[in-house]
């Protein structure tokens, strides 16, 4: 036995099932159904207002509803084969839309033209209506093994039986009512379905891509304010960058003229960086000191060296300009080659030829140019 859901306060609408009949309409407040009001949606404004939640009946003539209990099976998988099998019969599957539902022990389902539903939610939208469950009318009526119900909803007739739940057409209740007692639901109990369904809907329609819009995160998130404090933190992160660079740059324009006029106590014709350094050079070279004199590029070759004991040095030379010329062999191209990254990755400006070749003895022999940076 199902327990009783209170409703929510809301609205149950009544779909038309002929285009010249006009909307039905209950007001749901405290659990308790209000009078049926009726709707012209043609030719006025919606006129409930604030809505709450919303269930919509959809005519039964064209969502009939087939009732089996449920197999011995799990229900996610009773729903699945329900589902298949009622897939694979009928329209096209594209011009089609299947809902199946579990209820009280009971396997619903229901098979609905694609376009019949797309012609409703597009009613509803445009009444700005977003229901949160499509139910087929003929479902408010309460179901009876042993008998056929009968009820008139807002002008339209309802039928159901233990087995399925449609339109009371003459010939479909002739049809489908066999020898079953036919009841008629009383208004008093026709309100209280009408309440049961609103809360706990037997069968919604809504499944599928039909399913109610699911709240994104990206939605309700205040996205516009978010991005504005993002531009807003990296502006002020640029402009903190930005005083740093300039900051830097006023220490170092700073630090280059107490150089410069240092410089230029010993060497009065420095007129920038440049020049100062070129002329401290040349005084370093001539007293034999500092990275352009022979024992500092000599050093830091012989030092190279001494871990790759296969390569030897043939000859040796030193120009004035701070050039250290000489020339290495070694049985492989590899051990020269290990000298020369050393020396880079030291620092020194290192002039190689292009290709290394081999002399006559077979040794890989390179004539290399040394100097500091």
Known sequence: MVQPTPSPDGLIVLLPAAPDHGWRWWRVSDGIVGAMQAFDADGESAPWG?????????????????DRPLPDMSVAQALAAERIGLAQGGMQAGERHVAVGAY??????????????????????????????????SLVLPRADDALVLADLGGQLLARTGEAAFAGEAALVEALAGGLEQVALAEDALSLRLAEVHAAPPLNLRQGVYGPRRVSVF????????LRMAATAALLGLLLMLVWIVKWNLDSSAQETRALELAQERFPAAA????????????????????????????????????????????????????????IAAPRAEDVNAVLIALQNQGWKVTVPPALAPDPTGATVAAITLRAP
Do not use: C
């Not at 604030?50 to 087939?66: I, N, S």
């Not at 098979?111 to 087929?136: F, K, N």
């Open 272 to 327: 920038d960086i440049d020049s100062a350094e070129r002329l401290l050079n040349a005084e370093l070279a001539k007293r034999g000191q500092g990275g352009a004199s022979f024992a500092a590029p000599a050093a830091a070759l012989l030092e190279t060296m001494r871990p790759v004991p296969a390569v030897k040095l043939r000859d040796l030379g030193y120009s004035a300009d701070g050039t250290l010329r000489f020339t």
């Open 104 to 137: 009280a022990g009971r396997l619903l389902s229901s098979t609905i033209a694609a376009a019949q539903m797309d012609r409703w939610m597009a009613a509803l939208a445009g009444h700005s209506l977003d229901p949160a469950a499509l139910v087929p009318a």
């Open 219 to 226: 939605r309700t998130g205040n996205w516009t304010g978010l």
């Open 50 to 66: 604030t809505v709450g939640a919303v269930t919509v009946l959809v005519p039964a003539a064209d969502a009939p509803v087939r």
